[in-house]
């Protein structure tokens, strides 16, 4: 191993506690002294995450002060979730006590910069684990400040520490020894990788990995409502999110007046600088981002598809694509059957619930999914049949640090957030005492 991976270990290596508990009141006092550097230094961040991957400064500054509550929640909470649970057996005791794992490589992506690794981060930090982290090449600015962060809050070089290399790398990673277990974010072609790597060297790993997320949109729907929704959800971070909202599946009934309303939604999000604080549209991250998502439409408007609005390369240097969308999307093709990674909301038409439904679930992934219909009985009926790890009721998937967080199929296993979240990454072990048997004598 490169002398510099052995040093960011070797930093990282130091003893454990034998309980999650002990040392609790000074990671979560380290937690909110991260909170709140991450909200002074806000809005430099913002900065940051526009000039490396092109997020909108308004949604980066969002970002980080998203972080600041994710670290706050875990430091208000970690206490109750790693109490001992006692569970009665009829013994004398019986219960189930937590302890830290050690050191947890985090491979993280680009396009949550900094939301993507703190929350992880902060429940793994708070349960006393160490991290190693292995960002995305194109954001090293905000990996760096992700660690110098962690570093000036709590005075400790040895909570979190980065290291670059390139991804063939992270199976040594995931080998030494002194690796615990893993947490992954991306494409579900490197989870197979990495995953694949985990359990060769029988590592435990947490994976978060793409979606192509329905939306069903049913006719007793409130469709303004719903077009203003769907499009804030496809559109957020430049459509570049996991749980954007991709395939708009809508009933028939109010399938034209959807698609104008949603025409409308996304002709208000104009390509601009990311710099300026209005700009809800920026550049995609990298030039072969922008030529895959538009090989992706092209493909897709050789099938049964219409253009409905944008789909076109803008002539101006940068990765840049405008808002587009595209009806009469069918199964079969690259635009429902892919993930699309950019602002292009794609449509397909259905009957009702039921086609819906199925239409919905004809996907091999399944991380988020979203229902709108005004008849609330009928919502949570759908709700519990979309194959989805978060299902939104009139509203957005979103991730939240008091909710679980994760996907089913090949979206992923395992669970970021809430309570969940924090268990991921401990080793609990089952603590039992018998009644003593009265002397026979």
């Known amino acids: 191993m490169k002398p510099s991976l052995e040093h960011a270990i070797d930093r990282l290596a130091t003893p454990l506690p034998d309980s999650c508990l002990t040392g609790l009141q000074d990671r979560t006092a380290a937690l909110r002294a991260i909170a709140d550097q991450l909200v002074a230094e ?12 092109g997020k909108p400064v308004s949604q980066g500054r969002s970002e980080a002060e998203k972080c600041a509550w994710v670290c706050r929640y875990y430091a208000d909470h970690a206490e109750a979730f790693l109490a001992d649970e006692t569970l009665e057996t009829g013994r004398a005791e019986s219960f189930v006590t937590h302890a830290p794992m050690g050191i947890v490589l985090a491979v993280m992506p680009w396009n949550f910069p900094f939301w993507q690794v ?7 930090l708070a349960a006393g684990n160490r991290i190693l982290l292995k960002h995305a090449s194109n954001v ?32 040594e990673l995931i080998a030494d020894p002194r690796t615990a277990a893993v947490t992954f974010t991306g494409s ?15 590592k435990k790993c947490v994976l978060e990995l793409g979606g192509s997320d329905p939306y069903l949109i049913l006719e007793d729907a409130d469709i303004a409502h719903a077009a203003a929704t769907c499009a804030k959800a496809r559109m957020i971070n430049n459509g570049q999110s996991c749980i954007a909202a991709k395939r ?10 959807f698609v104008e309303l949603l025409r409308h939604e996304l002709s208000q999000y104009e390509m601009a600088d990311p710099l300026d604080p209005n700009t809800r549209l920026g550049p995609l991250a990298r030039t072969d981002l922008r030529d895959t998502l538009h090989d992706q439409v092209q493909r897709g408007l050789a099938t049964s598809a219409r253009l409905i609005l944008g789909g076109k390369i803008p002539q101006q240097p940068g990765p840049w694509y405008p808002a587009t969308l595209v009806a009469g999307v069918r199964r079969g093709t690259p635009l429902f059957d892919e993930e699309t990674f950019g602002p292009v909301a794609a449509i397909s038409r259905v009957h009702g619930a039921s086609d819906g439904i199925e239409l919905a679930n004809a996907t091999h992934f399944g991380l988020g999914a979203a229902v709108f219909t005004e008849d609330l009985d009928l919502a ?14 009139n509203a957005q998937v979103v991730s939240d640090p008091r909710l679980p967080f994760g996907g089913t199929r090949e979206s992923g296993w395992g669970r970021e957030l809430g309570r969940a979240g924090i268990l991921e990454f401990v080793d609990s072990k089952t603590i039992l005492r018998e009644i003593p048997k009265p002397d026979a004598t």
């Open 248 to 257: 708009l599946i809508v009933a028939a009934p109010v399938h034209d007046a």
């Open 380 to 393: 949570h009926r759908v709700a519990r049949q979309l194959k989805a790890g978060t299902v939104g009721i």
């Open 140 to 171: 090293p600015g905000c990996a760096a400040a992700i660690e110098r962060i962690i570093t000036q809050a709590t005075g400790r070089d040895d909570l979190l520490v980065h290291v670059t290399l390139p991804g063939k790398e992270v199976a």
């Open 188 to 202: 579900t072609q490197a989870g197979r990788q990495l995953a694949a790597a985990c359990g060769q060297h029988l």
């Open 118 to 124: 703190f929350r992880f981060a902060a429940p793994a």
């Open 42 to 53: 806000a809005d430099s961040l913002a900065q940051l995450m526009a000039q490396e991957m």
